[in-house]
Nanobody, 115 residues
Framework: QVQLVESGGGLVQAGGSLRLSCAAS????????MGWYRQAPGKQRELVAT???????NYADSLKDRFTVSRDNGKNTVVLQMNSLKPEDTSVYYC?????????WGQGTQVTVSS
């Protein structure tokens, strides 16, 4: 089992920045990717960005110019830097880890962008 704990969400004005962090614990050997998804009210959960153990990144096309995902393998953490935030970025952001073909999720952290 993998446990994921997110931090860094909150309220920010449009145009501002936020940095989300996620710390993984538990059975960490075999984690091949970590990253972030988000889910707005009434919508499906969607990809934000993922990063493999080797550092290969994958972004939602609409977000790659404003969001940056990074990973510290030694500390088992993944970070999402979000810049130029827009009201439509308001969502619950979930940390994600893929290990042995099983997806693990954090409890989510709320990000609210005011106009």
């Amino acid at each position: 089992q993998v446990q994921l704990v997110e931090s860094g969400g909150g309220l920010v004005q449009a145009g501002g920045s936020l940095r989300l962090s996620c710390a993984a614990s538990g059975s960490l050997v075999g984690i091949v990717a970590m990253g972030w998804y988000r889910q707005a009210p009434g919508k499906q959960r969607e990809l934000v960005a993922t990063i493999s153990y080797g550092g290969t990144t994958n972004y939602a096309d609409s977000l790659k110019d404003r969001f940056t995902v990074s990973r510290d393998n030694g500390k088992n953490t993944v970070v999402l830097q979000m810049n130029s935030l827009k009201p439509e970025d308001t969502s619950v952001y979930y940390c994600y880890a893929l290990r042995l073909n099983t997806a693990y999720w954090g409890q989510g952290t709320q990000v609210t962008v005011s106009s």
